[in-house]
């Protein structure tokens, strides 16, 4: 299992430096140790989706509640390879249309 980073992530995090926290509490509330466990989740990402190497396969976006939506990609392993994003309790198709942002395990905090 990897960790892409998390510890220099929570670091960043902790120290009030991360733009995406600071962000995302301010115009939804989300509390610090939610947004460290959603961080904790989506950089456990072992990044084996796809037919190609290092493709990732969790993602995490902050709904305008506060609360954190955790999200599967999906590929198709064909010709048109990434698909879209599935809420992982809800199985709902999401996009990141009309300003909405996701964070995933290769982004920068």
């Not at 299992?1 to 998390?6: K, R």
């Not at 929570?10 to 610090?32: C, D, L, M, P, Y």
């Not at 954190?68 to 309790?89: A, E, H, P």
Request: glycine share 10%; charged share 25%; net charge positive.
């Amino acid at each position: 299992m990897t960790n892409n980073n998390l510890e220099t992530k929570k670091r960043i995090v902790e120290q009030g430096a991360s733009r995406v926290f600071n962000n995302w509490h301010h115009f939804t509330g989300i509390s610090k140790e939610d947004f460290l466990a959603a961080l904790e989740w989506v950089c456990a990402d072992a990044c084996n989706g796809g037919h190609r190497k290092n493709q990732l396969t969790r993602e995490i976006m902050c709904k305008r509640d506060g609360t954190i939506v955790k999200l599967q990609r999906v590929y198709d392993n064909g010709v048109m390879g990434f698909i879209g994003f599935y809420g992982l309790d809800d199985n709902r198709h999401y996009s990141y249309a009309n300003g909405k942002a996701g964070l995933s395990a290769h982004d920068s905090v």
